[in-house]
Structure formats: C-alpha cells, structure tokens
C-alpha cells in the first residue's frame, strides 16, 4: 500500500530540545523602544551553507539546547542552526533590480540593521551610517538574562561606508567592494571566536561568537551574542542630530535591559536611572580600560564609540589585538587614518564617559551644551581613581597576591605599591628607536618581557632562596626585540634593576607581615599563580592569525567534530586564571587521531613563536 503523498513531504519533526531557536527569528524589543534606530530588512534563506563552528558552551548559557547536551554535533542540531541563522537580507539593490527570489525561501519576519555614529562616514552625523553586513537575528531570554544576538556576513544594507561615499546601493557580494559588499569571511570568523572566547574565559570583557557558517568561496556568516549589543555610538548618532526623543528612547531602552539583566538594581526616576548609568559607565570603563592596558589589549577606541559595547565590552574583532609586549606605540592604519595606541584608549574612553555625562544633563534639562562644559565633571574623577587604583590590582595580579592580597596591599601599602609599579613601567615602556610599517599599521618595538621576570622571580627566590643578578635579570627580559645595546648593563640600568628587585622584595615581605603565612608557602603560592598568569605561551594577535590560516589550511582532512574540538581545547588552554584546569591534552579522548593531534601540536608552536609579536 502507497504511503499519503502528504506523509512523504511532511517536514522532519525537530527535536524537542532545540525548539528555543524558533524564539530567535527578527524580532527585537528595541524595534517597538527605539524606531528611530534601526532599518528594517526583509529576508530569504541562504542556501550552500555548513556549519563550521558552535559554541556549545554559550548555547548552554542562553537557553539554546540542554546542560547536559554533549559537546557533539548531531544532524538535528545542525539543521537547526542553519536553518535560523543562514540567512541574507532583501536589500535595495534587489528590490530595484527585481532579484528574483523563491516565495518559499521569504522569511515571515523582517530583520534590522541598527543606526550608529561612524568615523568613516562623510556626514559625521550618524545619518548614514551603522550595521552595514550585520543584522540583528533577534533576543532570547533564558533564567532571567536577555540576549542579543547578531550576524555578520548577511548582506550589503544601506548603512554601509560604501553605500554612503558612492551614494548608490550595492548588490550582495559584488566584488567590486570589500566592505560593502555585505559578506563576511571565514577566516575573520575563526579569529574572532578563538580570541574573544578567549578573553571571556580570562574575564575581559566583549562580545561572543555563537556560530561560524561557512560558504563557498571562504565566505561565512558569523553569529555573535552579548547581555546587550548596544554600542556609545547608538546614542552618539542621535546626540549629533540633536534628536531629543530618539536619544531618550535608547537610553530608556538601555537601562531597562540593564535592570531587567540584574546588572544594576533600579533607583526609581528617569533622573536618577541617568544619573546610575554615567557612574556605573565610568567604572566599567575605567575598569576594562586597565584591563586592556594591563594586559596589552589594543582595541582602538574613538570619539565615536563604534569599537566598543556600552557595557565595556569589546565587538568587531577585524583590528583587536592582543600583543606579546607593550607594543605601546602600534597604530593600525586604517587608509584615511590612523588609529590610537594603547595608552590614548584611556583618554577616548574618558571622552566617551563625558559625552556620556552631556547626553544625561540634555535628557534633564532638555538642553543641549557644549561637551567642553564637562570637563570638571565629578563623574569624570571617578574615572581617573577607578582606573589608576585597577591598573595597581592588575599588575599585583601578574604578581600572583591573590584578592585578599592585593586588597591589603593597595589599601596599607599604597606607596610602596605605586613606587613598585613605576619601576615596573620602566622597563615594560622601554623600545625600540626604529619607527617601522607592519602588514596593517606602524609601531616601534617594545624590548622587554615583563611577564617572564614576574614569573621567574619568585621561581628564584623559592629555588636558590636569592634573587637573581641584574645580569640574570636582564637575560631573562631580553626579548628578541632587543639588540646589543638593549642588553647592555649600564650603571643607570643596574641601579633601576636593584631599585625593581628591591621594591619587589619588600613587597613580599610586607605581605608576609600582613597576613602572616610563612615565606615559603606564599612564595609557592606566588609560584603556581604567577607562571599561569604569566604563561609562556600566550596568545597574540599575530599567533591568532596563523592559527587562523593553519586550521583553515587543514580543516578538510579533519571532521567536523575534530574541527570543533581543536577550537575548543585551544580556548580552554588559554584560560590563564590561577587553579583553572587545563584541557588541551584531554586524557578522555582515547580515539583523536593523529591528525589532529598534529593540528594542536602545530598551533601551540605557532603560539610560542609568535608570543612577543603583536
């Protein structure tokens, strides 16, 4: 007997535990909030696509598919997956030029690309400018914390740089762009989700890759999620337009998700919820900031708040960095302009919290002034304490105190903490007299390794209960930057050699007296904490990039799953937090094969090799 014709074309049931990804279809609270802050796009399925990468540990936090899901990709899953993010935009190019599109393949729900304020852009107003390849899939809400989640690679909207210099709309992957041609590719994808998972496992603020899809021709679509993607520069178009109504219709959007995501308790009035956010801002601010310095993050942040979440988080991995040294003086070029170094990101951060400050007195007021009106702004102070107290706590970390530690030393030894970190900065600022062009900017080098000393000192102090000579000292700091003369002991550079090891010391001793534990079990402690921190393997932007190009290189003789898991045991390996288990060589995994065995091995050299560069 014949089965119903309609039994036959019946769609494949999905599996109970991935129905939360049909919650995620275009739809956005911020589209009812803010009108004036989005385009609106139809959209059609994209056919061709395979999934590359997923995120299971991410998926988990959202709600996507169970606690317990294993970390193994299964057909239903992936169906799934594709079926919700493999999209691309019906754009004005293709309503002008009638493309022709199957009904079938039209999505029900129209998506949006969001307006911002943007440097590249000619009017410097916001008018033209914002998610030029990206649009916003939708937000899901899972144990009381709303996610927003985007994807980059989805086609050429309006809002592009290009469609704003030609003043004419571009068609999806024309080639004649790069930018505006609305794609993205998979190498970008695979960079982006290695560094920022790995900055979120090392608590660095940002946003996180969900999901790599991957097309023909190394094109991607690159899925990506925060608590809340909304950037400074979503209010900054606004502000520039002196648009009152929009501009207080995003901040009420704001700090509403803020609330609702627990991030801040509610304080009641618009008033005081503005108020709230400027000084809850200028913490965070202050606080990633030295967080970036500290750890030589180059972010490239600008007046126009575009590189960067409201919330500190880092977006938009194409020019974020991570360098081996205080390449303190790299600058990305950018072709019409270069960007700022590491140290400048404080003081645009500082400029982004004071436009922050005039927003909030235009909303009370209903008065636009001068952004030079808040200079002196007590806000502005909490900034300056907030940073310069957090950059002492990070280098007292790189040190190995633990919390405790480091609080008592900040709050009973102040002085001899910063006294500490200025001859600390010496060294770690010292470069190179050669200005020079990279592949995609300029910079002078930095010449010494100051995680390697912190490290090694209090290896020495355990092992031969001394520390080492400025001869040792400085064997140990000499990075491959460094030349004959670099190296060379002066009597000034042995005097600030002594000076470092002496105020080294004492600070060892004095937290010896505060929390009276004995010398050798702090400086075991100290030991273990340390060489984690500080490991020798350390990721850099240049190692993420040949990281990339090799796993791309060798993907097709891995499965989908080996794929996966070298991507996974890479992340987890970078998780530089003192008692964090390392996973890279997985004891369980009795059946890797050699191949991908291989795969990692070649990755972790390429780390070693790259670790000083930028």
Known sequence: MKRPMKSILRKPEVHPAYTRFSLINGQHSLKKAAPDSYIEYAARKRHGGKLLYFNFKLAKEMGLIPQKHPHVMNSQLSRKILETFSLQIINEYDIAHKTKISPQDILPHKYMATRYLQLQHPDKRGSTSGDGRSIWNGQIEHEGITWDISSCGTGATRLSPASAIEKKFFKTGDPKVCYGCGLADVEEGISAALMSET?????????????????????????RAGHNLIRPSHFFSHLKQGNYKALKNVMDYYCRRQISNREWTDPGSDRARYEKMVVEMA????????????????????????????????????????????????RYDDVDRWSTTIPEQRHKARYILQTFVQIKDYLITGKRKSIVKYTRDPVLKIFDQEFNR?????????????????????????????????????????????????????????????????????????????????????????????????????????????????????????????????????????????????????????????VTEHILRVKENLSPQEIQKVIEDFIEYQKLKPAAEQTLLDKNNKIERRTASKVKAKILSLVREYREGL
């Open 390 to 546: 957090q950059l002492l706590k990070n280098m007292l970390y790189k040190m190995g105190f633990d919390k405790e530690q480091r609080d008592l030393l900040l709050n009973q030894r102040n002085k001899l903490v910063k006294e500490f970190k200025d001859i600390h900065s010496y060294f770690e600022k010292a470069k190179s007299k050669k200005v020079y062009t990279t592949g995609d900017g300029r910079t002078r080098d930095a010449i010494y390794c100051m995680r390697d000393i912190l490290r090694e000192l209090p290896i020495s102090l355990l092992k031969n209960r001394a520390l080492p000579t400025p001869k040792e000292f400085m064997e140990v700091i000499a990075s491959s930057y460094a030349n004959r003369n670099d190296k060379k002991l002066t009597s000034q550079k042995t005097k600030k050699i002594n000076t470092f090891l002496k105020h080294y010391l004492s600070l060892i001793s004095e937290i010896e007296k505060l929390i009276r534990k004995p010398v050798h079990q702090l400086l075991l402690e100290l030991t273990m904490r340390s060489a984690l921190i500080n490991r020798y393997d350390r990721m850099t932007g240049d190692s993420i990039n040949w």
């Open 283 to 330: 913490k965070t601010f202050a606080r990633v900031t030295a967080k970036w310095e500290s750890d030589y993050i180059f972010v490239w942040l600008d007046w126009d708040g575009d590189n960067v979440l409201v919330d500190g988080g880092i977006i938009d991995y194409g020019s974020v960095r991570q360098f081996g040294l205080f390449h303190h003086e790299y």
């Open 199 to 223: 900055f979120h496992r090392n608590e660095v603020r940002t946003e996180r890759c969900l999901a790599i899809i991957e097309f023909p021709n190394k094109v991607a679509i690159n899925v």
